[in-house]
């Protein structure tokens, strides 16, 4: 059985930015009218085995994150897996999102990182400043490069004298899975 894209988008209860992302090239191969396309947009159904318990408690765990149906949690892992692995090599193109909380009155640490940011200027796409109250500052950059360069420059802002939380997110800048 074929199922379209559209179809498929329809039915989704929830879209995540990676499958809008696969839907969407698989979209456009669809229109493209290459050879091979339908093996390419096509969906295969496969039969999992798994223990009655851990089925159980992973129903509970998609359900608490808001899925309504297990292919699409499945879909979501299996993607997530793929995309982590691949962004582990030093030299895959990623995408980095790094969330500092700070103190911005300690002494010189706003100069501070904003001279880190200057000397890393090719490597950041954007980034967001928001007053969090009297004290802390929130900074959300977004980072491209190579694996190694990202985690590099994250660990760094991260490790800055008086940024009180840093979390570095990755995922693939390439072909989503
Ligand atoms: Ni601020």
Redesign the pocket.
């Known amino acids: 059985m074929q199922a379209s894209p559209r179809g498929a988008l329809a039915a989704g209860a929830r879209l995540s930015y990676a499958e809008f992302a696969m839907r969407a090239r698989t979209d456009k191969r669809s229109r493209s009218g290459e050879p091979g396309d339908s093996k390419a947009g096509g969906l295969s159904r496969i039969g999992v085995a798994i223990d009655s318990d851990l089925l159980e408690k992973f129903d509970r765990l998609i359900r608490h994150r808001g899925y309504t149906n297990r292919s699409e949690a499945f879909r979501d892992l299996i993607r997530a897996e793929l995309v982590e692995q691949a962004a582990d090599a030093p030299d895959s193109p990623v995408v980095g999102t790094v969330t500092l909380v700070y103190d911005?009155n300690v002494r010189l640490l706003n100069e501070k990182l904003v001279d880190l940011q200057h000397e890393h200027y090719d490597h950041i796409l954007s980034t967001l400043?928001?007053?969090?109250d009297h004290d802390?500052?929130?900074e959300v950059l977004v980072l491209r490069g190579a694996s190694r360069t990202v985690r590099q420059i994250a660990d760094i802002l991260i490790a800055t004298k008086g940024v009180k939380i840093g979390r570095l997110t990755i995922t693939a800048a390439g072909a989503m899975p």
């Open positions: 911005h400043h928001i007053h969090l802390h500052c929130l």
